[in-house]
């Protein structure tokens, strides 16, 4: 029994309205030993009104050391054990440029490589070809005709683009192609399974034709394919939760995790303004809404202390319009760690606060990695954050008598 | 491997006593934020004595945000895994009005309804008839006859009364007759699978003869029948701790519980200090004692904090008496918290100590919730406080060498 065998019988309906805001990669490491973290050196005094009357602690994202790319981050985030649902990478590309897997479906990651006369490959990455000349390239792939089975290609960003295979019969188990050399061709696609055998001739055919339409580029004249996987299968939002949620995100990426879990993808905002500007928009509409901001972990990525410090306090400054709504609950947390110290993910907590009638208040003053230790919550696995939220929103019974 | 897989084969006996005293629904909430909970306005020098000798912490009586009845609550406190032991509806219903079921044994909660004279429900719950008019109506449906099956009745509160069917290749997988309807009767009492046809045929003569002994009512001239369930099969303390354990409890549903877990019923107390004085009376018998305080909780659900302030100074000023027997561990919790700003069950976390010779004394100097954050227990789930009673007791040997 898990915790959605909980939730599905438990949850009920009222009017309240939950916000989570995500502040990417927001957990972080000081500079230097007993200096404050990011979070810390930032001004964030809304955020430390919150956690004055709000109740906070930290959050695990999977296990501790462990470090979760986004996908498993946001799973658990959204309530979704990461362990039990996995996305393959393929599933994760096309999600996050935006395409609707259907069951059945097999997305694969390509990228654009440079062959040589012989088909030896020179260059992994087409010499990181930009986006402006690889999009159109991708486009023409489109017409690659595959017998029985219908093609779908998307150009990503720079060398790399999402293939989709949609058709009877395809399994998803497929070795990947690119060889992680230069001087050797690409592998053949290959099958691990009596149930993928379809699934890499029709790649092969892809590849074949695919080539055929490049052959007049003089870099960007081949290709190499990872990670194939079918669309993960994930019981939706309203199901579990009997919510009905909205995404307000910024990239692809994380609207197309939202929309996995069954939540409504709603406006294009380019920015923290107009997601909020949306959120208001939609307040009447949703019950639920997960608000994405990109830049703490971009940042933290980069290795820039101060740029992650400014981009916490341009999150801090568009908390008040959110408190505005008067939420029922108000939860600001991340899907990991990215202190620019290691420029990556990491395993450490996450700072994480609830703020609501009834959560419960501890002593913290302010919101940061050091104060979070002492909160009311503890230390908890994030994909426990959802049965919380619900709670707080009155939105789940008594479970037994 | 669960945690019994442990504790039944590291278990060892000795001479120490153990004592859990559970304030039903202890944890609790600010009237206004930043105020103090029902636990910290009230005056508790014994228990912050305790605290200041023990260590603490909070419980998770079965996963964060999940509020959970007193049946879950009180096997998780006994270190049964709440998801994994579940108390059908009737067997929880027959066990809080003192019925010992027998394996085999299938109990059904009933409501008398009133039918008009097409046998249609009127009123589901008979008008919510009086408990002095209900009792003897519920005992005068123990004269129905039933071939080969001993029949049991037993009456609750009001409306309500529990039935027992004692017999041979009896399942518990029978719908409810309960419509949740006015303008239609009763549903048949249908099996789910076919180990249950013969209980599904029993339930039908069982009303049918009971509407005939009904006949001169005007009001409670019906019955529906739910929550069909055998005994929960669930080790033994005995096996699973190796502990002969004691249950002082003034409510049946805490007898029912604690029998279910192989506790004996100790003495027939009516308050606190009757409770105290079979403690001290059975102190050489048991090696274990679970002692239930239920006014916490009621105080909690009618919404009265000051009561329930009252209700924890009561509790606190028997803890001497405890102390006095020397117990090698003294535990205090509760099964969940009833803040009576809720008026409900919660899933706040709940305040535990635990006190012992060895129990790694933390820097709490109170007994509450907030103290309770900065405790050495940490935040831990209720399942696991058995094991720790025992460890604290000396009466576990090392897993693996």
Redo the contacts between chains.
Sequence with gaps: ?D?HD?TRT?HTKNESKIVMLVADGLGGLPQHPGGPTELEAASTPQLDALAK?GVSGRSIPVLPGISPGSGPGHLALFGYDPLQYQIGRGALEATGVGLELKQGDIAVRCNFCTLDSQGRITDRRAGRIATERSGPLARRLRDVSLPGVELIVEPVKEHRFVVVFRGEGLGGNVEDTDPQATGVPPLEPAARDEASRKTAEIARQFEAGARKLLADQNSANGLTMRGFAGRPELPSFGRVYGLKAAAIAVYPMYKGLAQLVGMEIVGSPQNLDEQIEILRASWEDYDFFFLHFKYTDSTGEDGDFDAKVKRIEEFDAAVPAVVELAPDVLIVTGDHSTPSMLRSHSWHPVPTLIVSR?C????CQSFGESDCV???L???EAK?L???????AGR??????
């Design positions: 029994m915790t909980l438990l009357q009834v419960r208040t501890d002593r002492l909160g009311g503890g230390q908890f426990h959802m049965t919380l939220a619900l709670a707080n789940l019974s008594k479970f037994g008598a």
